[in-house]
């Protein structure tokens, strides 16, 4: 088995720290240089040891101060589930809701813009037809708690009073929603989960540090001829909330 490396260990070490109550939430750490010195190792490798827990949300930085423990927050249950989006409205501000949050979001679409090859492929485009593109920032209680990017092909919503998912009679409601207004049918999603790290974009965005654990989600929509009907891009800070996904089971599965 491979060493583990030094700043790896260095976490664990100061992890053990804090949870042995060592240092309690708000309490500034010793200085890099001292911890460097106890540890006996380089201040680079107390540094990525601390840039590690300030991504998982134990540490926090606090430019021109130091690093300190951070104060507990809440973590969001943010449940996956294909009954959530046959709920009236907006789907997130009714998953917020239930607990107890008021849940917002601000969204930019623009149209016409040509699907680029990956998107392309899960909608089962030609590269560069075109689709609208919005790219959405939801925040529970005014804070960002999920980001999203999604495309629609044009080619069936184009001409239609649901063309933009933020504007018209409709705007808010689920892709479901929205879909069957222009009688298509959604019956199935698939998603995607995987573990990743956040863009220099999505830090700034999200309000966390560069590179904290996020969980990008690539969702797709599909209507029940087969037809894929929207796909999107979901990118959810680790530290902020737990995904949990709710699988329907009918008699005889």
Avoid: N
Wanted: with cysteine; hydrophobic share 35%; glycine share 10%.
């Amino acid at each position: 088995m491979p060493e583990q490396p030094p700043y790896l260990h260095i976490a664990d070490l100061l992890r053990r720290r804090i949870s042995d109550g060592e240092w309690s939430p708000g309490e500034r750490l010793p200085s890099r240089a001292r911890l460097a010195a106890d540890y006996g190792v380089g201040d680079a490798v107390v540094r990525r040891a601390q840039e590690l827990l300030i991504s998982q949300g134990l540490l926090e930085g606090r430019a021109g101060s130091g690093t300190y423990v951070a104060e507990p927050r809440e973590r969001l249950r943010m449940v996956r589930s294909l009954r959530r989006t046959r709920r009236d409205g907006s789907p997130f501000r009714a998953d917020m809701a239930d607990l107890g949050k008021t849940g917002t979001w601000e969204a930019q679409s623009e149209a016409k813009v040509p699907a680029p090859p990956g998107i392309a492929a899960r909608l089962r485009l030609t590269e560069g037809d075109l689709c609208v593109r919005t790219d959405y920032e939801f925040l529970a209680e005014g804070k960002p708690v999920q980001l999203s990017t999604s495309w629609e092909p044009l080619s069936i919503t184009g001409g239609t009073i649901i063309v933009l998912p933020e504007g018209g009679p409709h705007a808010g409601r689920g892709v479901v929603e929205r879909m069957d207004v222009i009688g298509v049918r959604v019956s199935r999603a698939v998603e995607q989960p995987e573990p990743g790290e956040a863009t220099a974009r999505e830090a700034q965005m999200l309000g966390i540090p560069r590179g904290s654990l996020v969980t990008r989600i690539a969702r797709t929509y599909y209507a029940d001829d087969g037809r894929p009907v929207e796909t999107a891009d979901i990118v959810v800070p680790a530290a902020r909330a737990e995904i949990v996904y709710e699988l329907e089971i009918s008699p005889g599965d």
